[in-house]
């Protein structure tokens, strides 16, 4: 019956030792590590890129839609300012 509890410990120091040693390090240079911060600020993801392209070009298309309607309403906004002035 003595043999019981103390396999019962065994068992759980054990998973504990599991979980120790699966948390393994890696050891780099500086200068890697540095290099691998930097390109974590970069999309690498293709799908990712496209979306982002695809985003990109209908906001082109709503701009130049926005600027042109703006630019209208701008001009004969001037000139019913100069209309106003005289």
Known sequence: M????????RALDASFEDEVSSRRTVTIPL??????????????????????????????????????????EFVLWQLWRKTEEK
């Open 31 to 72: 200068k890697e590590y540095d290099e691998l911060k930097a390109e974590e600020n970069f999309i690498k993801s293709k799908v990712l890129i496209d979306i982002i392209d695809n985003i990109e070009r209908l906001v082109r298309a709503l701009r130049k839609h926005i600027i042109r309607k703006w630019k209208k």
């Open 2 to 9: 003595k043999d019981e509890p103390q396999n019962g410990e």
